[in-house]
């Protein structure tokens, strides 16, 4: 079970697109912004909201070094924006002005490639800014474009649900018609080649989702082919990052490059970030969870418990997370504590991790679809699932008058309390 680490909750529309730098994560909205935090404590950064589009923006997407943002929109232009400073460096315009829905750098940041509308992409040399080309790769929208790892390729993807993989002159190399029934969503690559079968050929992987709740794994080479299918998702994917399962309620998901995290956005407006770990959160400096605390780790949870002079004790015993979740009285005594209080406030900080550890171990129907988080006065929506009043009441306010679990109209915004639920969360909290 994922654990969530924080939610954000700054953009007054629904989310489009998110992405992760090694230090950064950025949103961009409908509301025609984007919003960047800083993912040491996800703190928005000083220049945060960038505003520039006219309309609202589809993706965003951060060069490999994480040192350029880009960012797509209706207006029909891409904005390049410093991560450092958040200023806008560049503004590239598609030659008909069309909506762009994707937009793509290629690993080495030599080309940037958009997606549009009309089934047309435009492709911008990108140190001078300038456009090399736009031309035609699909009679509908296209939707998804992802560069191969060496920027020598790229594929596209569009609403009828054809991948095609091209050489930056726009030759096609390869259609795969239909990949997705009912439309492809979003393509990614593998960050690198690999020698395939027998050492005969290079290939690299590429996934791909669509409205066919489908994931796709492709091997790209002098033989594409399909690797295999994942069918395990419940809803349209409509957007994708390698190794993540979607859940039905989220649009929008990344995976951070640098930790185990991943990003995903929610129609009513909210980012949540979550570790992909199981176990407990590292309050305060870190984000790592105790079943992964070294005893450094450990020693900085004393000092920002007020627990400081404990830590001599702690670095000569060795105590790493693991450990420290099994201290009791005898254990304790062990240490050599000689103070009874210390001995107390001790246990009992660590009797309030385990405390906080049970919302993340608890049933699946005690959690709130919408938060993943336990909930504490849940109420029964007119689809006749149960929600925390607070997330479903913050759903409904916006322009979400549709089921979080089956995207259908709520035939009334009536919500019940549900007692009975309530008094099983609670037994089961007494229980722990």
Not at 291 to 306: I, K, N, P, R, Y
Not at 336 to 364: C, F, M, N, T, Y
Not at 376 to 405: C, F, H, L, Q
């Amino acid at each position: 079970m994922v654990s969530i680490i924080c939610t954000l909750r700054h953009h007054t529309d629904e989310l489009s697109c998110c992405a992760f730098s090694p230090s950064l994560l950025a949103t961009c909205s409908v509301d025609k912004t984007l919003r960047v935090y800083n993912t040491a404590d996800f703190s928005e950064l000083p220049y945060s909201p960038l505003s520039g589009h006219g309309y609202g923006v589809h993706c965003c997407r951060f060069s490999s070094c994480g040192s350029h943002l880009l960012s797509c929109s209706t207006d029909g232009s891409v904005i390049v924006w410093s991560s450092d400073t958040g200023e806008a460096t560049a503004v590239l315009q598609h030659p008909g002005r069309i909506p762009l829905r994707v937009c793509a750098l290629a690993p080495d940041s030599s080309l940037l490639l958009a997606g549009a509308c009309d089934g047309t992409v435009a492709l911008w040399d990108f140190p001078s800014k300038t456009l090399r080309r736009c031309s035609t790769v699909s009679e509908a929208s296209v939707v998804a474009c992802c560069f191969s790892p060496c920027g020598q390729f790229f594929v596209t993807g569009c609403t009828h649900g054809d991948l095609k993989l091209w050489d930056v002159d726009v030759s096609l190399l390869h259609a795969e018609k239909d990949a997705h029934d009912l439309g492809v969503t979003c393509c990614s690559s593998a960050p690198q080649f690999r020698v395939g079968e027998y050492g005969c050929c290079v290939e690299f992987r590429l996934a791909s989702c669509g409205q066919d709740s489908q994931l796709k794994i492709w091997i790209v080479s002098q033989r594409e082919g399909l690797l295999h299918t994942l069918t395990s998702h419940s809803a349209p994917v409509l957007s994708y990052d390698t190794h993540h399962k979607h859940m039905n309620h989220y649009e929008i998901i990344s995976l951070s490059p640098s930790m185990p995290w991943i990003a995903t956005g929610s129609m009513d407006r909210t980012v949540n970030v979550q570790t992909l770990c199981q176990g407990r959160k590292l309050p305060g400096h870190s984000r790592l969870l105790v079943a992964d605390w070294s005893e450094e780790d450990v020693q900085t949870w004393l000092c920002e418990e007020g627990l400081e002079e404990l830590v001599c004790n702690f670095k000569a015993n060795n105590i790493d997370g693991p450990e420290l979740s099994q201290l009791n009285k005898e254990t304790a005594a062990e240490l050599g504590i000689e103070s009874v209080g210390l001995r107390s406030r001790l246990l009992r900080k660590i009797e309030a991790l385990k405390s906080e550890q049970s919302g993340s171990e608890a049933p699946d129907e005690f959690l709130c679809p919408i938060t993943r988080e336990l909930m504490k006065d849940p109420v029964i929506a007119a689809d006749g699932y149960s929600y925390e009043r607070e997330s479903i009441e913050s759903w409904i306010r916006g322009k979400n008058k549709t089921s979080p679990m089956t995207n259908l109209p709520l035939q009334t915004t009536l919500l019940t309390p549900n007692r009975s639920l309530k008094m099983a969360i609670t037994r089961w909290k007494s229980s722990q």
